[in-house]
């Protein structure tokens, strides 16, 4: 693939999700188009300068002074490990907040639990209570109906004593 200039200005990667940055296989695979178009344009400079410097010694002038690639070569390496360097920070500060978040979370899930715990604690305390009320109740009730049992059946004696005062009075008279 041929790169201009302006493939690498208008170059666009995808930004990456749940952390801040591009996508870094993205960006490696365009760092690979890179190098192989700057090594081929190396190459092919190379290439015209010894025809350049063979014109030249062919017309008596002074040889073109070749360039220092090793040096480039060394300052592209040491911005390359500068970039890997301040990647491998960035995962490890995004490891620590992905710890962080994990350990607040826990923490988040132990206080539910714990709250839960306390919220069927009293629910169970509130049945307990509920129930202790109705057994009050049933048995409040079952005194109330004894009483009412009783009190008929002394209603019922009494009218059968006034319904014998009553015939004995007229037996009487």
Known sequence: MTLSPEDVLNKNFTPTQFRRGYDEREVDDFLDEVVAEMRRIVKESDDLRE???ECRQNKGMAPVAKPDHEAEAKRAADA?????????????????????????????????????AKVEEAQKAAQERIAAQNAKAEEAEKAAQ???SA??????????????????????A
Request: glycine share 4%; net charge negative; hydrophobic share 45%.
């Open 80 to 116: 390359k490990a500068a970039q890997e360097a301040e990647a491998k920070a960035g995962q490890e500060r995004i490891a620590a907040h992905s710890a962080k978040a994990d350990e607040a979370e826990k923490a988040a899930q132990e206080r539910i639990a714990a709250q839960n």
């Open 51 to 53: 025809q350049l410097n």
């Open 146 to 148: 004894e009483r009412i």
């Open 151 to 172: 009190a008929q059946a002394r209603a019922e004696e009494a009218e059968k004593a006034a319904a014998q005062a009553l015939l004995r009075r007229e037996g009487a």
